[in-house]
T-cell receptor, first 113, second 112 residues
Framework: DTEVTQTPKHLVMGMTNKKSLKCEQH?????MYWYKQKAKKPPELMFV???????INESVPSRFSPECPNSSLLNLHLHALQPEDSALYLC????????????FGSGTRLTVV | TQLLEQSPQFLSIQEGENLTVYCNSS?????LQWYRQEPGEGPVLLVT?????EVKKLKRLTFQFGDARKDSSLHITAAQPGDTGLYLC????????????FGPGTSLSVIP
């Protein structure tokens, strides 16, 4: 299995809702990442988990809450989002460090209404 | 602050033409990665270059890492419509190899 699987593919949520994005990989990768990508822009790093521990938080607002239940799973819990949080949310993994490249999932297209 | 710049920002060419996309920085990178992203999908890793002066080929795509490890280029020979997409270069920060930054991307359109 050489894939990163993200669910759901599309999500529409209201500003008072709570939802979660899920990411799964079975490649034995030890680092997992959340990126946010707005239209016509490059991905922007949000969080890095290394060996199931949060190692980088790029000053992301607390309405985004990451969780790594085990080495294969990564969740992003969403609460009280704003319309400007609408974007493509990408999960990625790498064998250890990020300097040899990532495997990305297809992303979750999030719309906040 | 390490930054990556890419040029051109947009490129529209006819099928069969050749093209080169550039990725530049004023900082040294330990490695650089190239990705292609299609609309609504995640980026797909094409190659990682690690050694200064390194050249890697992937079918019609040729990647080069500058001798000083501050720049890289992607050359496509005889472009095809399937090459259409957003080409992103990326590299790890000196402060943390877990933190990979992306250039702004080159949007390529190959017209049949």
């Amino acid at each position: 299995d050489t894939e990163v699987t993200q669910t759901p593919k599309h999500l529409v949520m209201g500003m008072t809702n709570k939802k979660s994005l899920k990411c799964e990989q079975h490649m034995g990768h030890r680092a997992m990442y959340w990126y946010k990508q707005k239209a016509k822009k490059p991905p922007e790093l949000m969080f890095v988990y290394s060996y199931e521990k949060l190692s980088i938080n790029e000053s992301v607002p607390s309405r985004f809450s990451p969780e790594c239940p085990n080495s294969s799973l990564l969740n992003l819990h969403l609460h009280a989002l704003q319309p400007e949080d609408s974007a493509l949310y990408l999960c990625a993994s790498s064998p250890d460090r990020g300097d040899y490249g990532y495997t990305f999932g297809s992303g979750t297209r999030l719309t906040v209404v | 602050t390490q930054l990556l710049e890419q040029s051109p920002q947009f490129l529209s060419i006819q099928e069969g033409e050749n093209l080169t996309v550039y990725c530049n920085s004023s900082s040294v990178f330990s490695s650089l990665q190239w990705y292609r992203q299609e609309p609504g999908e995640g980026p797909v890793l094409l190659v990682t270059v690690v050694t200064g002066g390194e050249v890697k080929k992937l079918k019609r795509l040729t990647f080069q890492f500058g001798d000083a490890r501050k720049d890289s280029s992607l050359h496509i020979t005889a472009a095809q419509p399937g090459d259409t997409g957003l080409y992103l270069c990326a590299g790890p920060m000196k402060t943390s190899y877990d933190k990979v930054i992306f250039g702004p991307g080159t949007s390529l359109s190959v017209i049949p």
